[in-house]
């Protein structure tokens, strides 16, 4: 199943569809895309039985607004788990790779208020002139564990989503030295969309720790990155267990597996340089695309002016 959350035309409500046959199958604005997948009532399989047989209204896709899946996630964690992308990163910076990459998977947390829809434009960070696009996997928890095993994680899935994790890479540098992590360096937008994709859409394709699945970036119609789920060093499950520990994670709740190798012109220009690879300027158009997962486009804006602390 592949399931989108949008702008009916028909009240300018927020509804969830069904994507049958290239086209929206939308369902009771009373049944939001969060509450069918955490089995609050009408169930995910409940609600696209329906959405196929009587849906509320049939729209283009092509024609209304989509928004993120879920448009505002209790939390989001974002990990770094494709050791390429790391090490090469790393290597390029001249900087040390850290063995704690290899003892456990790391994450943060981003900003639930910062998620926009798969075709939203996105303001540049305040203050940054080093704009970045991240090409990511988002997976959407569908059902709440706490201390999960590698053996039941992936059952606590509800679906994956495309997601960019937009980044103010001299922001970030800034607060790195800190020590307390990501902050206003990616606290400005996360794109998710266009679909919400059930696990078993994409099972066939499951490959070494990941999925045979190419991942590509294009700015202004160029192609910057190529990459390839397969080619993740932390599985997704691994990502569950490790987010679960101690805690419990919700459905709705996002996890990100960080930027596939190549996905993002931090590594592309720290590799081949930045002339080449030159960070994001406004009026710039990105298109990200995961195959089966869809696409994320976005035009950079200027971003606001930084308010004087005092």
């Avoid at 409940?46 to 009587?54: F, L």
Wanted: charged share 20%; aromatic share 8%; hydrophobic share 35%.
């Amino acid at each position: 199943m592949r399931w989108a959350t949008y702008v009916s035309p028909q009240d300018g409500g927020r509804r969830c569809g069904l994507l049958v046959e290239d086209k929206l199958h939308g369902i009771d604005p009373g049944h939001q895309l969060i509450h069918l997948i955490g089995g609050e009532g009408t169930s995910l399989d409940e609600a696209a039985a329906a959405a196929s047989s009587s849906p509320d209204e049939v729209v283009d896709p092509g024609s209304v607004e989509l928004l993120a899946p879920i448009p505002t996630p209790p939390s989001v964690r974002d990990f770094m788990a494709f050791e390429n992308h790391y090490v090469d990163t790393r290597n390029a910076l001249d900087l040390k790779v850290e063995p704690i990459f290899y003892e456990q998977p790391c994450f943060y947390f981003s900003n639930p208020a910062a998620v926009v829809g798969p075709r939203s434009d996105v303001r540049s960070a305040p203050g940054t002139s080093q704009f970045d696009y991240e090409l990511e996997i988002g997976v959407i928890i569908g059902r709440a564990g706490t201390d999960l095993s590698p053996a039941e994680a992936e059952s606590h899935i509800a679906g994956y989503c495309l997601l960019c994790d937009w980044s103010a890479r001299d922001l970030q540098a800034k607060e790195g030295r800190f020590g307390t992590g990501p902050a206003k360096g990616k606290d400005t937008a996360t794109s998710l969309g266009p679909w919400l994709v059930t696990p078993d859409e994409i099972a066939p394709y499951r490959h070494l720790r990941g999925y045979d699945l190419e991942m590509t970036a294009f700015v202004n119609g160029k192609k910057y990155s190529a990459g390839n789920w397969s080619s993740i060093y932390w599985s997704v499950s691994q990502l569950l267990v490790f987010a679960s520990r101690g805690t419990e994670l919700r459905p709705g709740d996002v996890i990100g597996t960080g930027t596939v190798g190549t996905g993002s012109i931090l590594e592309l220009s720290a590799v081949h340089g930045q002339d080449r690879y030159p960070w994001l300027a406004v009026g710039d158009e990105v298109a990200l695309a995961v195959d089966l997962l869809g696409e994320i486009r976005a035009t950079v804006l200027p971003g606001s002016t930084p308010m004087p602390l005092d």
